[in-house]
């Protein structure tokens, strides 16, 4: 299915600069996302480390898709193949692939206890730190300002505002000529991505988490019935039906082109938005995804990503060490301010180059501190079944081929029945 010979050795060779220290020179190789400028700021940071310890390191791309990511990992790992030392992993998947990471303790010392708390229990499995927190981040709605402004109109604050701002502006601009523009992208193709909208619909009306914290399935209520048939309603109206083929660099192409009023997305699409080259650079406002309804409240689904080291790695201490520079408090300040990549060192949100650079990161603190969590630790090793099912489910709904009530319905019994055969 996947290419991996082609990923894996597609990735480029960095060659230190000269040999800091006496020991052997090794050569590891690191998976780095490849979003916008990712893979270049992981580059960025392997090199600096390469310069000081005299390793080389393989940088490997890896698919976009979250859903991709973890079926080439899976594959790989399953083999019990070294050829990934490091793995840039997931905050759902601790519980997925604890079993083949080291226990980093031991080379991380002092540091988790400047990470936010939170992101270290999650990465933390019977005890063990399978993963250093590298970036975290959470939902947002991306607007353009100079539309809104043009027409009158404030950012909204429920769905429904959102909705109908997106109707008022597309319409406005429409009949003016501007035939390419749409209200609303997000991330609409059956894979996590729309499974984190998803959460983020229920969430906003206040319908549970899929599943609670205790492995109840909650799915299944009124308000989550409420919150998909609104989201159905858009497809057509103010989104593309192409939406429902999006995943996160989809979405941005179309916004960042000019041709949407807002998007959902993650935090990285703000560096890209505001780069010299991007038509919408200093247009773009961003604030907390809207509330489903005056009873709902404002929310993200929690991402982010941490990095691992593989038991099947040759150098487990070279790879724990490159996760430790990698992971630190300047290396995700540099993240930060050229990519806005939100850091995990609590302190940085204090920084003023960090929030001169990217101002939602102070006006937004606890929209990233309360994100709403996705059920991977009441799921454990299941959590990617139960994704899929409501990512499928929520999907149907969207083009019009269920309706929310039964689907839901349907949906909960599937959850029940992964359930009772443990998670
Ligand atoms: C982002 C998030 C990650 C999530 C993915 C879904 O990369 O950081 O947690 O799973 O999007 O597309």
Redesign the pocket.
Known sequence: MFRTKALLFGGAVLMAGSLASQARAEEISISC?A?GIELQLCQDGVTRWSEKTGHTVKVVSTPN??TERLALYQQILAAGAGDIDVLQV???WPGILGEHLIDLSPYAGDAPKAHFQAIVDNNTVDGELKAMPWFT?AGVLFYRKDLLAKYGRAAPSTWAEMAETARIVQDGERAAGGDGLWGYVF?GRV???L??NGLEWLDSYGAGTIVDAEGEVTVDNPAAVAALTEAAGWIGTISPQGVLNY??EEARGVFQSGNAVFMRN?PYAWALAQSDDSPVKDKVGVVALPMGGEAGHHTGT????NLAVSKYSAHPEIAADLVMFLTSAEEQKRRAIEGSYNPTVAALYEDAEVLAAVPFFGDLYDTFTNAVARPSRATGAKYNRVSAAFAETVHEVLNGKAEAAPALAELADTLAGLKRRGW
Do not use: F, M
Not at 302 to 305: A, E
């Open positions: 996302g979003l898709s979250a997931d905050v759902i981040d991330q894979y996590e991505g499974t984190c995943t996160e993650w929690l991402g982010g990503w």
